[in-house]
T-cell receptor, first 113, second 110 residues
Framework: DGGITQSPKYLFRKEGQNVTLSCEQN?????MYWYRQDPGQGLRLIYY???????QKGDIAEGYSVSREKKESFPLTVTSAQKNPTAFYLC????????????FGDGTRLSIL | RKEVEQDPGPFNVPEGATVAFNCTYS??????FFWYRQDCRKEPKLLMS???SGNEDGRFTAQLNRASQYISLLIRDSKLSDSATYLC???????????FGIGTKLQVIP
Protein backbone atom coordinates (compact mmCIF):
# COMPACT_ATOMS: atom_id res chain seq x y z
CA ASP A 1 0.00 0.00 0.00
CA GLY A 2 1.23 3.50 -0.80
CA GLY A 3 1.70 5.87 2.04
CA ILE A 4 3.93 7.95 4.27
CA THR A 5 5.90 6.31 7.05
CA GLN A 6 7.27 8.25 9.97
CA SER A 7 9.59 6.82 12.58
CA PRO A 8 9.92 6.55 15.44
CA LYS A 9 6.43 7.06 16.88
CA TYR A 10 7.88 8.32 20.15
CA LEU A 11 11.25 9.96 20.72
CA PHE A 12 12.94 11.40 23.76
CA ARG A 13 15.67 14.01 23.57
CA LYS A 14 18.28 14.80 26.16
CA GLU A 15 19.60 18.31 26.71
CA GLY A 16 22.12 19.31 24.07
CA GLN A 17 21.28 16.40 21.82
CA ASN A 18 20.32 16.46 18.16
CA VAL A 19 17.68 13.97 17.08
CA THR A 20 16.49 12.99 13.61
CA LEU A 21 12.94 12.11 12.63
CA SER A 22 12.47 9.93 9.60
CA CYS A 23 9.87 10.42 6.86
CA GLU A 24 9.60 8.11 3.86
CA GLN A 25 6.90 8.09 1.17
CA ASN A 26 6.17 5.73 -1.70
CA UNK A 27 3.44 7.84 -3.28
CA UNK A 28 5.83 9.28 -5.89
CA UNK A 29 5.01 12.77 -4.63
CA UNK A 30 7.43 15.57 -5.47
CA UNK A 31 6.60 17.83 -2.54
CA MET A 32 7.20 17.00 1.11
CA TYR A 33 6.56 19.00 4.25
CA TRP A 34 7.29 19.02 7.96
CA TYR A 35 4.83 20.47 10.46
CA ARG A 36 4.77 20.86 14.18
CA GLN A 37 1.53 20.66 16.17
CA ASP A 38 1.18 22.01 19.69
CA PRO A 39 -1.97 21.76 21.82
CA GLY A 40 -4.50 24.48 20.97
CA GLN A 41 -2.59 25.57 17.87
CA GLY A 42 -2.89 24.80 14.21
CA LEU A 43 -0.17 22.98 12.34
CA ARG A 44 2.85 25.17 11.74
CA LEU A 45 5.17 24.65 8.79
CA ILE A 46 8.82 23.97 9.61
CA TYR A 47 10.33 23.17 6.21
CA TYR A 48 9.13 22.07 2.81
CA UNK A 49 10.73 20.63 -0.30
CA UNK A 50 9.41 20.81 -3.82
CA UNK A 51 12.08 18.69 -5.44
CA UNK A 52 15.13 16.60 -4.63
CA UNK A 53 18.12 18.60 -3.33
CA UNK A 54 16.01 21.66 -2.71
CA UNK A 55 14.10 22.81 0.38
CA GLN A 56 12.70 26.01 1.83
CA LYS A 57 12.19 27.34 5.34
CA GLY A 58 8.69 27.51 6.67
CA ASP A 59 7.34 29.72 9.42
CA ILE A 60 9.28 28.17 12.32
CA ALA A 61 12.53 26.77 10.84
CA GLU A 62 14.86 27.98 13.61
CA GLY A 63 16.41 25.07 15.48
CA TYR A 64 15.58 22.56 12.75
CA SER A 65 17.36 21.24 9.66
CA VAL A 66 16.34 18.98 6.78
CA SER A 67 17.77 17.24 3.75
CA ARG A 68 16.22 15.92 0.55
CA GLU A 69 18.72 13.60 -1.08
CA LYS A 70 16.08 11.23 -2.42
CA LYS A 71 12.56 11.83 -3.65
CA GLU A 72 11.19 9.34 -1.13
CA SER A 73 12.89 10.67 1.97
CA PHE A 74 12.77 13.96 3.90
CA PRO A 75 14.36 13.58 7.35
CA LEU A 76 14.04 16.33 9.96
CA THR A 77 16.75 17.01 12.53
CA VAL A 78 15.75 18.76 15.72
CA THR A 79 18.92 20.43 16.92
CA SER A 80 19.94 21.46 20.41
CA ALA A 81 19.20 25.06 19.34
CA GLN A 82 15.49 24.25 19.42
CA LYS A 83 14.72 25.09 23.04
CA ASN A 84 11.13 23.91 23.09
CA PRO A 85 11.06 20.76 20.98
CA THR A 86 8.25 18.94 22.76
CA ALA A 87 5.49 18.59 20.15
CA PHE A 88 3.79 16.29 17.69
CA TYR A 89 5.70 16.31 14.39
CA LEU A 90 3.89 15.53 11.17
CA CYS A 91 5.35 14.84 7.75
CA UNK A 92 3.20 15.31 4.65
CA UNK A 93 3.53 14.98 0.90
CA UNK A 94 1.61 16.10 -2.15
CA UNK A 95 1.69 16.08 -5.93
CA UNK A 96 2.76 19.15 -7.87
CA UNK A 97 -0.58 20.10 -9.34
CA UNK A 98 -2.48 23.00 -7.82
CA UNK A 99 -5.47 22.27 -5.64
CA UNK A 100 -4.23 18.88 -4.53
CA UNK A 101 -4.31 18.08 -0.83
CA UNK A 102 -1.47 16.99 1.38
CA UNK A 103 -1.34 13.50 2.85
CA PHE A 104 0.13 12.90 6.27
CA GLY A 105 2.24 10.29 7.99
CA ASP A 106 1.14 9.13 11.43
CA GLY A 107 3.47 11.46 13.27
CA THR A 108 6.29 11.40 15.81
CA ARG A 109 5.85 12.59 19.40
CA LEU A 110 9.02 14.19 20.70
CA SER A 111 9.58 14.88 24.36
CA ILE A 112 12.47 16.18 26.44
CA LEU A 113 13.99 13.88 29.03
CA ARG B 1 -7.13 38.91 12.06
CA LYS B 2 -5.95 35.31 11.83
CA GLU B 3 -5.49 33.85 8.36
CA VAL B 4 -7.86 30.98 9.09
CA GLU B 5 -10.29 31.06 11.98
CA GLN B 6 -12.33 28.25 13.47
CA ASP B 7 -14.43 27.97 16.59
CA PRO B 8 -12.50 25.41 18.68
CA GLY B 9 -15.71 24.14 20.31
CA PRO B 10 -16.31 21.61 21.66
CA PHE B 11 -19.59 21.01 19.92
CA ASN B 12 -21.50 18.37 21.88
CA VAL B 13 -24.36 16.93 19.83
CA PRO B 14 -26.63 13.89 20.24
CA GLU B 15 -26.43 10.98 17.85
CA GLY B 16 -28.53 11.59 14.77
CA ALA B 17 -28.26 15.37 14.97
CA THR B 18 -27.12 17.65 12.18
CA VAL B 19 -24.16 19.87 12.97
CA ALA B 20 -22.41 22.57 10.95
CA PHE B 21 -19.01 24.19 11.30
CA ASN B 22 -17.78 27.35 9.66
CA CYS B 23 -14.26 28.47 8.91
CA THR B 24 -13.35 31.99 7.81
CA TYR B 25 -10.23 32.95 5.87
CA SER B 26 -8.65 36.35 5.42
CA UNK B 27 -6.86 36.14 2.05
CA UNK B 28 -9.26 36.62 -0.86
CA UNK B 29 -6.66 35.13 -3.22
CA UNK B 30 -7.02 31.70 -1.59
CA UNK B 31 -7.61 29.01 -4.19
CA UNK B 32 -7.92 25.62 -2.50
CA PHE B 33 -9.95 24.58 0.48
CA PHE B 34 -10.10 21.33 2.38
CA TRP B 35 -11.59 19.75 5.45
CA TYR B 36 -9.47 17.27 7.39
CA ARG B 37 -10.47 15.07 10.27
CA GLN B 38 -8.05 14.49 13.16
CA ASP B 39 -8.66 11.91 15.85
CA CYS B 40 -7.06 12.35 19.26
CA ARG B 41 -3.28 11.90 19.06
CA LYS B 42 -3.44 10.87 15.40
CA GLU B 43 -2.51 12.47 12.10
CA PRO B 44 -4.96 14.60 10.09
CA LYS B 45 -6.76 12.71 7.36
CA LEU B 46 -8.38 14.32 4.34
CA LEU B 47 -12.14 14.35 4.70
CA MET B 48 -13.02 16.25 1.56
CA SER B 49 -11.95 19.01 -0.77
CA UNK B 50 -14.27 21.99 -1.04
CA UNK B 51 -15.34 23.05 -4.50
CA UNK B 52 -16.86 26.33 -5.59
CA SER B 53 -20.18 24.74 -6.43
CA GLY B 54 -20.33 22.86 -3.13
CA ASN B 55 -19.94 19.13 -2.81
CA GLU B 56 -21.35 16.23 -0.91
CA ASP B 57 -19.94 12.92 0.23
CA GLY B 58 -22.52 10.77 1.95
CA ARG B 59 -23.55 12.53 5.17
CA PHE B 60 -21.00 15.31 4.68
CA THR B 61 -21.57 18.49 2.69
CA ALA B 62 -18.99 21.19 2.11
CA GLN B 63 -19.72 24.70 0.88
CA LEU B 64 -17.57 27.64 -0.16
CA ASN B 65 -18.70 31.24 0.04
CA ARG B 66 -16.05 33.38 -1.65
CA ALA B 67 -17.96 36.64 -1.18
CA SER B 68 -17.97 36.24 2.59
CA GLN B 69 -14.71 34.26 2.67
CA TYR B 70 -15.80 31.21 4.56
CA ILE B 71 -16.19 27.50 4.08
CA SER B 72 -18.58 25.26 5.91
CA LEU B 73 -18.96 21.59 6.74
CA LEU B 74 -22.34 20.05 7.44
CA ILE B 75 -22.63 16.62 9.00
CA ARG B 76 -26.05 14.97 8.89
CA ASP B 77 -27.22 12.07 11.06
CA SER B 78 -24.17 12.29 13.35
CA LYS B 79 -22.59 9.01 14.43
CA LEU B 80 -20.52 8.35 17.52
CA SER B 81 -17.61 7.66 15.16
CA ASP B 82 -17.80 11.25 13.86
CA SER B 83 -16.32 12.44 17.17
CA ALA B 84 -13.04 14.09 16.21
CA THR B 85 -11.47 17.46 15.52
CA TYR B 86 -12.22 18.93 12.11
CA LEU B 87 -9.47 21.06 10.58
CA CYS B 88 -10.11 23.71 7.98
CA UNK B 89 -7.26 24.10 5.48
CA UNK B 90 -6.81 27.00 3.07
CA UNK B 91 -4.20 27.24 0.33
CA UNK B 92 -3.06 29.95 -2.02
CA UNK B 93 -2.40 27.20 -4.53
CA UNK B 94 0.59 25.14 -5.61
CA UNK B 95 3.45 25.31 -3.13
CA UNK B 96 2.32 28.60 -1.74
CA UNK B 97 1.32 28.92 1.82
CA UNK B 98 -1.08 26.34 3.20
CA UNK B 99 -2.72 27.42 6.43
CA PHE B 100 -4.38 25.11 8.91
CA GLY B 101 -7.07 26.23 11.31
CA ILE B 102 -6.82 25.15 14.95
CA GLY B 103 -9.71 22.76 14.43
CA THR B 104 -13.23 22.40 15.78
CA LYS B 105 -13.80 19.58 18.23
CA LEU B 106 -16.96 17.54 17.79
CA GLN B 107 -18.25 15.15 20.42
CA VAL B 108 -21.25 13.04 19.45
CA ILE B 109 -23.12 11.83 22.51
CA PRO B 110 -25.18 8.63 22.71
Amino acid sequence: DGGITQSPKYLFRKEGQNVTLSCEQNLNHDAMYWYRQDPGQGLRLIYYSQIVNDFQKGDIAEGYSVSREKKESFPLTVTSAQKNPTAFYLCASSVQETNQPQHFGDGTRLSIL
Amino acid sequence: RKEVEQDPGPFNVPEGATVAFNCTYSNSASQSFFWYRQDCRKEPKLLMSVYSSGNEDGRFTAQLNRASQYISLLIRDSKLSDSATYLCVVSLGGYQKVTFGIGTKLQVIP
